[in-house]
């Protein structure tokens, strides 16, 4: 899937807003990718899944265990991720503030993971999942999103694999630009600021 086509899966689920957002980083921009619209009908979050699988290199997608995403945007990617795969589906969450496996959820010490986000733009919650999914026994083999918002930028540690990278710009408080200050913020993410 080329980068228009993943594009106009975004606009054609109403996906791609443009206004004033608050990002869940604490930044500010003029777009949002509402990653829970694109995924909101099966076919589309199947077919996103199956176009991201292909950008894994062969050799990992073969030595994978387990798909493990945080909760809560990368929930449906994740379980759509795992169907592609042919593997077992988890989430960690933060019921204290900290990502944890619950529900039951366990890895095997050494399990290898695929560790899998909606869209990525510090990386911090990804390197949290990732330490919580270390911190359960499971050894991190790469990290996957449907959106790069830092166009290639990130650092998570390990391989990094987004379906499309773009560079919205995002801005800190004190540096947001006149005309978006302007407009009061929108917080459309799921996630509190820390």
């Given at each position: 899937?080329?980068?228009?086509?993943?594009?106009?899966?975004?606009?054609?689920?109403?996906?791609?807003?443009?206004?004033?957002?608050l990002?869940?980083?604490?930044?500010?921009?003029?777009?949002?990718?509402?990653?829970?619209?694109?995924?909101?009908?099966?076919?589309?979050?199947?077919?996103?899944?199956?176009?991201?699988?292909?950008k894994?290199?062969?050799?990992?997608?073969?030595?994978?265990?387990?798909?493990?995403?945080?909760?809560?945007?990368?929930?449906?990617?994740?379980?759509?991720m795992?169907?592609?795969?042919?593997?077992?589906?988890?989430?960690v969450?933060?019921?204290?503030?900290?990502?944890e496996?619950?529900r039951?959820?366990?890895?095997?010490?050494?399990?290898?993971?695929?560790?899998?986000?909606?869209?990525?733009?510090?990386?911090?919650s990804?390197?949290?999942?990732?330490?919580?999914?270390?911190?359960?026994?499971?050894?991190?083999?790469?990290?996957a999103?449907?959106?790069?918002?830092?166009?290639?930028?990130?650092?998570l540690?390990?391989?990094?694999?987004?379906?499309?990278?773009i560079?919205?710009?995002?801005?800190?408080?004190?540096e947001?630009?006149?005309?978006?200050?302007?407009?009061?913020?929108?917080?459309?993410?799921?996630?509190?600021?820390?």
């Open positions: 899937m080329q980068d228009e086509e993943v594009l106009a899966e975004f606009r054609a689920s109403k996906a791609l807003l443009e206004g004033h957002f990002l869940s980083s604490g930044r500010h921009s003029a777009h949002y990718l509402q990653c829970a619209r694109v995924l909101m009908d099966p076919a589309r979050a199947a077919r996103l899944a199956i176009a991201l699988v292909g894994l290199p062969r050799e990992l997608r073969r030595e994978i265990d387990k798909v493990v995403s945080p909760a809560m945007g990368g929930i449906i990617i994740g379980q759509e795992g169907r592609a795969l042919e593997r077992e589906a988890m989430f969450e933060r019921p204290e503030g900290v990502f496996l619950r039951g959820f366990s890895l095997e010490p050494g399990e290898k993971v695929l560790m899998v986000e909606d869209v990525v733009t510090t990386g911090l990804s390197r949290e999942a990732i330490k919580a999914i270390e911190a359960a026994g499971g050894k991190v083999v790469a990290a999103a449907l959106v790069d918002r830092s166009a290639g930028a990130v650092d540690g390990v391989p990094f694999y987004p379906l499309i990278a560079n919205f710009p995002t801005y800190a408080p004190e947001v630009p006149a005309e978006l200050a302007a407009t009061p913020a929108v917080k459309p993410g799921s996630r509190a600021k820390p």
